[in-house]
């Protein structure tokens, strides 16, 4: 079934009719459709996947989709003109432009955590450039994944676009297959995987993985905005988001204060975070089971509750966290925020670059020198976000 997809959409790539700008707007102009139409099934899929409340998910993925989608079919035909460049002397006799071309086929495998932002905006891009897709949504958001393989064709191009469910079996075949792109979101592991097999065909990817995202709070900082806002941004999606803060680093003379500020999270999911409509679940018993086992041997300052049967687990501050606990070697991935303290802003950089790159770093400081200091010297991938808090500047994170 997977060769017989990715055949499928080659024939119909081949065809031609992927090219004109008409078909392509027509294209996003249903995709568009499908997110307003059926938003309402969406939302329903997802509490039944995470516990995803009503009012999270338009902001967390749908509203992305469509500005992305209206973006596209605001500048596709720009996109698509030839762009005229200077003449050298090898040139000066010619007609010198560049002309996007599609490069064919694209698999897209989609990731759990925000599996219709994840696999739909890739896919925008791939409708936008001209190419044909083959959409494999992650089986661990089992009701998202199976509502996508039943819209999608309804929608959209079925021989162009389509859709393969299935887990590991069905991911590994069509890898098998070659592919003109590669674009795949999730954990290192798999991402090694994806870019050996796509090394084979000598296929170009996007990996957009995780990794460990430091905050660091320095003393020169409203603490308490600090911490209410590090609250949201680690417990939105029960902590499940790539770019979450996943610890804190800190002086030691201000762990408590700021551990006291952090029971702001009441003020987000109330007393009881298990009744809260807004609190949402862990996506499976395997992360469950893999989150408490992370938990297993630090100090608890804040939550740490549990159960099984939900799959919840509450959010949880750990205290006097050391370099070496086993929560400190993995991206946590879930509502576990560790606090590791560490003297001056030096020791803090020298902290983040022995470790592997983050995503995203985050700085609380009144003191511009030290935001400056320590985005400057620390090494993170692409993505580098800096929250300075100051009367006057605030730059938040957008953590979808």
Known sequence: MEKQAVDGARRAFNSGRSRPLQYRKQQLSALLRLIRERQAEIVSALKRDISRSEFDTPIFELIGIENDIKL?????????????????????????????????????????????????????????????????????????????????????????????TGGVPETQELLKQRFDHIFYTGNSTVGKLVMEAAARHLAPVTLELGGKSPCYIDKDCDIAVACRRITWGKFANCGQTCIAPDYILCHPNIQLHMIQCLYSLQEFYGEDPKTSPDYGRIINQHHFDRLLALIEGCTVAVGGESDKSQCYITPTILKDVLPHARIMQEEIFGPVLPIVTAGDVNEVIRFINERPKPLALYVFSSNKKQVSLSHTHTHTHTLSLTLLLAVDILVGPALI
């Open 72 to 164: 596209a079919e605001r500048n596709l035909a720009d996109w698509m003109a030839p762009q005229p460049v200077k003449k050298t002397l090898l040139t000066i006799t010619d007609d010198v432009y560049i002309k996007a071309e599609p490069l064919g086929v694209v698999l897209i495998i989609g990731a759990w955590n925000y599996p219709w932002s994840l696999t739909l905006r890739p896919l925008v891009g791939a409708i936008a450039a001209g190419n044909a897709a083959v959409v494999k949504p992650s089986e661990v958001s089992k009701s998202s994944a199976s509502l996508l393989k039943e819209l999608l064709p309804q929608y959209l191009d079925t021989e162009m676009y389509p859709v393969v």
